[in-house]
Nanobody, 123 residues
């Protein structure tokens, strides 16, 4: 079993940047895909990005392509989400999640979730 803890959220002006971190404890990410999801007030949780640990392949929702980058560390314990050119519509609680089912955008495929970190973007 793996425990996930997100950090790095905060308040930023539109056009600014934040880097979110997802740290694993209990075991490493060596067999997982790790995804980032977000949920804005009154909206459903949606897929943002994912990375497959075995080959480093990445996946993004269209709305963040070219602005967000998901990456991992060599110690297999941390995944980052670099968010640039932030827009007010990016504001949400961001969650990381892990699955051994591959880097899929489907929420139900993920077994382990962090508690979330708030991202606020002012216009």
């Amino acid at each position: 079993q793996v425990q996930l803890v997100e950090s790095g959220g905060g308040l930023v002006q539109a056009g600014g940047s934040l880097r979110l971190s997802c740290a694993a404890s209990g075991r490493t990410f060596s067999r997982d895909a790790v995804g980032w999801f977000r949920q804005a007030p009154g909206k459903e949780r949606e897929f943002v990005a994912a990375i497959t640990w075995s080959n480093g392949r990445t996946y993004y929702v269209d709305s963040v392509k070219g602005r967000f980058t998901i990456s991992r560390d060599n110690a297999e314990t941390t995944v980052w989400l670099q968010m640039n050119s932030l827009k007010p519509e990016d504001a949400a609680v961001y969650y990381c999640a892990a699955t051994q089912a591959g880097a899929v955008p489907r929420l139900s495929a993920y077994d382990y979730w962090g508690q979330g970190t708030q991202v606020t973007v002012s216009s």
